[in-house]
């Protein structure tokens, strides 16, 4: 059964910095690609950050770019999202997901944005304080 157990949300204020940790099981690690999406109160899912496990190819929305950082660890089966610079708009739940890498970095590389993907954590709240 693959399982997705993401830790690490909280309060910030504004300009501070989070790390979130998505700890993954349940699938073979290396063949899958593991992503962040945020939803904020009232809003859809949005892609925020994606890094295949296979070859660690990374992706980020233009939104976060220069302030996140995705990283894996394939010894422990964990992705990791470095949040610096935070703002208030960055207020959020942090959901972990995943799925094979192959597809969903090949769509992320044609079409610029993520997919769906079939694998979901429960997610963890983000909340920056201006």
């Known amino acids: 059964e693959v399982q997705l157990v993401e830790s690490g949300g909280g309060l910030v204020q504004a300009g501070g910095s989070l790390r979130l940790f998505c700890s993954a099981s349940g699938f073979i690690f290396d063949d899958y690609a593991i992503g962040w999406f945020l939803q904020a109160q009232g809003k859809g899912r949005e892609g925020v950050s994606c890094?295949?496990?296979?070859?660690?190819?990374?992706y980020y929305a233009e939104s976060v770019k220069g302030r996140f950082t995705i990283s894996s660890d394939n010894a422990k089966n964990t992705v990791y999202l470095q949040m610096n610079s935070l703002k208030p708009e960055d207020t959020a739940i942090y959901y972990c997901a995943a799925d094979f890498a192959s597809p969903w970095i090949a769509h992320i590389q044609a079409m610029g944005v993520m997919y769906t993907p079939n694998y979901w954590g429960q997610g963890t709240q983000v909340t920056v304080s201006s």
């Open positions: 890094i295949s496990n296979n070859d660690g190819t990374t």
